[in-house]
């Protein structure tokens, strides 16, 4: 009995593993208890819009023309390798997943304008380590992650909404959280699963920074319960001293319901923001002489922020391998202001060729308002893309 026990502890560490990055990768055996497991996002995308016109106020001619290189063609958008070793007799398991992403020849940390690469990402051009981290099951209820991990929503929420390969999702887009952190973390769920939880003590920098600065860090934390096909949750955040300046001290609220069946899926979730003190940067258009001088999604730029995302998909009859989906979300990063508004509608349809290959053709726009400095006024920068999108897994 001590030994199915165990043997229970150990697979249900394994589902803890598996639902993760990008989607379902049940991997190969290749003995000894260490599995591997893979997933590629890749896609041809056809961009057009305000930051590929040179008419565009502030926007030359070669930088229109470079930001429809960066774009326009074909991309492997991530390249995940999971290496996961379970320890016979024992509830440990030890997680390495390594990470590859397309990012700009110039090294520039911004992404692309319709954020083909996540917008940021400063040094991820080469392989990279995402997750290194060892877990423990002393119950169901009480589940140790040490090192770097999953922090508590962004996974979360992948496995839930499964089309990540798309593009990041709306907190990832924004900048508003980071998947993985170094850290300390606990999860778990109660008996019959219906009441889930995790917290994490972390860095609060992400996996992305060469040089981590010491002095802050972050708490965060999700419970979500469900009640057959509906889920609720919860989730927190705050740090201190991001990234060792005393004036950054993000704190993240976010709720959401969802609902999902064998045919359909719903979801929507409202999000607070607040980077805490005042003069946080503000977006501003191509020829402004301050601020961002274009769009951008990362550093200090969260004041009184508030965002929504409704999302959904639909399986379509008879042909069970097909689905139509849509997303859409608005962030407003600044209560003094109207620029940064950001808006973005995406829809299309998917097609399952397999256990291993899901296909999307995908239409999006995006609108973000932007200040001209020069005038006071807020002009809107609009861009929108025509993609054919897949995910392979093994």
């Known amino acids: 009995m001590q030994v199915e026990w165990k043997q229970r502890l150990l697979w249900l560490g394994l589902v803890l593993l598996s639902i993760g990055q990008g989607g379902p990768a049940w991997g190969m055996d290749l003995g000894g208890g260490l599995t591997i497991s893979n997933v590629t996002y890749m896609d041809f995308t056809l961009p057009r819009g305000d930051s590929f016109e040179a008419d565009t106020p502030g926007l030359s001619s070669d930088q229109a023309n470079t930001n429809l290189g960066r774009t326009q063609g074909f991309h492997f958008t991530r ?41 940021g990402g400063a040094g991820r051009g080469e392989l990279f380590i995402k997750f290194a981290y060892a877990q423990y099951t002393f119950t169901p209820a009480a589940v140790l992650r040490v ?39 606990l ?25 981590i600065d010491g002095r802050g860090f972050m708490g965060s934390g999700r419970i979500n319960a469900n009640f057959g096909p509906l889920t609720l949750a919860v989730f927190g955040a705050t740090g201190r ?67 929504y995302h409704v999302w959904g998909f639909v399986r379509i009859p008879p042909v069970e391998p097909a689905r139509l989906y849509a997303d859409f979300y608005r962030m407003k990063p600044n209560d003094d202001t109207d620029a940064g508004t950001w808006d973005q509608l995406r829809f299309g ?25 020069n005038t006071g006024r807020i002009d809107a920068l609009k861009n929108q893309a025509t993609s054919l999108r897949a995910m392979l897994t093994f």
């Open 79 to 119: 390249v995940y390798l999971n290496f996961i070793k379970q320890f016979e007799e024992k509830p440990l398991v030890i997680r390495i997943t390594t990470d590859q992403m397309t990012f700009l020849p110039n090294g520039d940390s911004q992404g692309t304008p319709l954020g083909l690469t996540g917008f």
């Open 147 to 185: 090192g770097l991990q999953q922090t508590p929503w962004l996974d979360w929420f992948e496995t839930r909404y499964t089309y990540r390969f798309l593009g990041p999702t709306f907190t990832d887009t924004q900048g508003l959280l980071t998947s993985s952190d170094m850290g300390v973390g």
């Open 187 to 211: 999860l778990g769920s109660i008996p019959g699963g219906w009441l889930q939880y995790q917290v994490l003590f972390s860095n609060g920098e992400g996996y992305q920074n060469n040089s």
């Open 241 to 307: 001293s991001q990234n060792g300046n005393s004036a950054y001290d993000p704190k993240r609220e976010i709720v959401a319901v969802i609902y999902s069946n064998t045919a359909l899926s719903l979801g929507a979730d409202y999000l607070l923001a607040d980077d805490t003190h005042r003069g946080v940067e503000v977006m501003t258009t191509y020829d402004s002489t301050a601020g961002s001088a274009g769009p951008k999604t990362s550093g200090r730029r969260f004041q009184s922020a508030r965002g």
């Open 349 to 373: 349809a998917s097609y399952d060729l397999g256990p291993g290959l899901v296909v999307a053709l995908d239409q999006t726009f995006h609108r973000v308002d932007l200040l001209d400095t």
